[in-house]
């Protein structure tokens, strides 16, 4: 499929399948002015260069020159991610620069290390093959519902040691808050954001302040004591962290789950190598993330004036303040980084290279046991039937910024 070299995300046919205009964009005009305000990089090196710089501000709100009368969304997410200095105490650590997030970011590492990701492993095992063991006796699964939202649901779960009751109540919190991520986000969603978040809050105080008095071995806990130079986490950047963590801990992972595996019953011959081959287990899922990753797009301000090389020669230059859009999927399939990049191949010798957990000092915190649920997951659901086989078209969630399969049925075998 051929498409035109246009960043048009409000497009249901770009939403759908963003790859063919992600190379068109690249080849043509890398650089895209997307309008007065805001350019997208489509190129792996200019994406990797911007996400490591740290003359960009992740603090969108703050940093934005655009004004806030231009545009009616611009003023929303202003509103609602608040620039005072209240607001800011309770910004989430994904939108604050150093030092703010140097602090936060110490802080909490102190909670996410690889021995806390490796106790997690036999309780995501255990939670997969239970299932899977239903999913046997019936011959045949609904991927997302059944297994990819649950499993990393009761990971994060266990991990913050919250309470399990309401997890339809979080799905349903989650898909609202991350609807505003989306370059199409409306007005509606971000008042389906607020009334999540107005109910939201008050569940998390709750268990907040009770842990505060029972103390465990959890996430919660560590935040809770987490101390550097007698520093400690305020109530509000506590909550924020914890909504941090529930929603990102779970939402990424669900997709990759589900576009992993549609990717593998796209890919049969791959499905079987992986199967067969238990050394690729270390390697497959950077593959998948590379392939068609939960997270497409992320932004930055340049704080001073840049340059960027056009196709032709040219300089493009992107005054401070403007948007940087950096396309993480399509810096995932420049050919000039991976050789045939439309093709699945799980032991790309530099898969690991990928940009779907952004890069800099803001590389995703849960990376780490995100790869681990994905890799857990899939390979005991192919290693587990002989057979699997895809009973339905699978049905996309109608978003591009976080972008995963909402269905897929599988006959399994």
């Given at each position: 499929?051929?498409?035109?070299?246009?960043?048009?995300?409000?497009?249901?046919?770009?939403?759908?399948?963003?790859?063919?205009?992600?190379?068109?964009?690249?080849?043509?005009?890398?650089?895209?002015?997307?309008?007065?305000?805001?350019?997208?990089?489509?190129?792996?090196?200019?994406?990797?260069?911007?996400?490591?710089?740290?003359?960009?501000?992740?603090?969108?709100?703050?940093?934005?020159?655009?004004?806030?009368?231009?545009?009616?969304?611009?003023?929303?997410?202003?509103?609602?991610?608040?620039?005072?200095?209240?607001?800011?105490?309770?910004?989430?650590?994904?939108?604050?620069?150093?030092?703010?997030?140097?602090?936060?970011?110490?802080?909490?590492?102190?909670?996410?290390?690889?021995?806390?990701?490796?106790?997690?492993?036999?309780?995501?095992?255990?939670?997969?093959?239970?299932?899977?063991?239903?999913?046997?006796?019936?011959?045949?699964?609904?991927?997302?519902?059944?297994?990819?939202?649950?499993?990393?649901?009761?990971?994060?779960?266990?991990?913050?040691?919250?309470?399990?009751?309401?997890?339809?109540?979080?799905?349903?919190?989650?898909?609202?808050?991350?609807?505003?991520?989306?370059?199409?986000?409306?007005?509606?969603?971000?008042?389906?954001?607020d009334a999540a978040i107005e109910q939201l809050i008050p569940h998390l105080v709750e268990v907040i302040e009770h842990r505060r008095h029972n103390l465990g071995d959890d996430v919660v806990s560590a935040l809770i004591t987490a101390e550097e130079e007698g520093d400690r986490l305020s109530l509000p950047e506590l909550i924020s962290f914890v909504v941090l963590l529930y929603?990102?801990?779970?939402?990424?992972?669900?997709?990759?789950?589900?576009?992993?595996?549609?990717?593998?019953?796209?890919?049969?011959?791959?499905?079987?190598?992986?199967?067969?081959?238990?050394?690729?287990?270390?390697?497959?899922?950077?593959?998948?993330?590379?392939?068609?990753?939960?997270?497409?797009?992320?932004?930055?301000?340049?704080?001073?004036?840049?340059?960027?090389?056009?196709?032709?020669?040219?300089?493009?230059?992107?005054?401070?303040?403007?948007?940087?859009?950096?396309?993480?999927?399509?810096?995932?399939?420049?050919p000039a980084v991976f050789a045939d990049p439309a093709r699945l191949q799980l032991d790309r010798p530099n898969a690991h290279r990928h940009m779907s957990f952004a890069s800099g000092i803001h590389y995703c915190l849960g990376a780490s046991l995100a790869k681990m649920e994905a890799t857990v997951t899939l390979s005991r659901i192919i290693r587990r039937f002989d057979t699997?086989?895809?009973?339905?078209?699978?049905?996309?969630?109608?978003?591009?910024?976080?972008?995963?399969?909402?269905?897929?049925?599988?006959?399994?075998?």
């Amino acid at each position: 499929m051929s498409a035109p070299a246009r960043w048009a995300p409000h497009l249901a046919e770009f939403r759908a399948d963003p790859y063919p205009f992600y190379a068109a964009l690249r080849a043509a005009d890398p650089v895209h002015r997307v309008d007065d305000w805001s350019v997208v990089l489509t190129r792996y090196d200019d994406v990797h260069r911007v996400l490591r710089d740290p003359g960009y501000s992740r603090d969108i709100e703050s940093s934005s020159a655009r004004p806030v009368d231009d545009d009616p969304i611009t003023a929303r997410r202003r509103q609602r991610r608040g620039t005072d200095e209240e607001a800011n105490a309770a910004k989430s650590i994904l939108n604050l620069d150093p030092p703010d997030h140097t602090r936060l970011r110490r802080l909490v590492t102190q909670a996410f290390t690889p021995r806390a990701i490796d106790q997690l492993r036999a309780a995501t095992e255990t939670m997969v093959d239970d299932i899977l063991d239903t999913a046997a006796e019936r011959g045949s699964m609904e991927l997302i519902d059944e297994l990819a939202f649950p499993v990393p649901f009761r990971v994060i779960s266990t991990m913050l040691d919250m309470p399990m009751d309401r997890a339809d109540d979080m799905r349903d919190w989650s898909q609202a808050l991350t609807a505003t991520l989306e370059p199409t986000a409306t007005l509606d969603d971000f008042d389906a954001a607020d009334a999540a978040i107005e109910q939201l809050i008050p569940h998390l105080v709750e268990v907040i302040e009770h842990r505060r008095h029972n103390l465990g071995d959890d996430v919660v806990s560590a935040l809770i004591t987490a101390e550097e130079e007698g520093d400690r986490l305020s109530l509000p950047e506590l909550i924020s962290f914890v909504v941090l963590l529930y929603v990102a801990g779970h939402e990424t992972t669900v997709n990759l789950i589900g576009n992993g595996m549609l990717a593998l019953l796209e890919n049969p011959d791959e499905m079987q190598r992986w199967r067969s081959d238990p050394t690729l287990d270390k390697v497959a899922v950077d593959e998948l993330l590379r392939f068609n990753g939960p997270v497409q797009q992320t932004v930055r301000v340049p704080m001073t004036p840049v340059t960027f090389a056009g196709t032709d020669g040219t300089e493009i230059h992107v005054d401070a303040g403007q948007a940087v859009i950096t396309c993480l999927g399509a810096a995932n399939h420049d050919p000039a980084v991976f050789a045939d990049p439309a093709r699945l191949q799980l032991d790309r010798p530099n898969a690991h290279r990928h940009m779907s957990f952004a890069s800099g000092i803001h590389y995703c915190l849960g990376a780490s046991l995100a790869k681990m649920e994905a890799t857990v997951t899939l390979s005991r659901i192919i290693r587990r039937f002989d057979t699997i086989e895809q009973a339905e078209p699978a049905s996309w969630r109608d978003r591009l910024t976080i972008r995963g399969v909402d269905r897929l049925v599988m006959n399994l075998g």
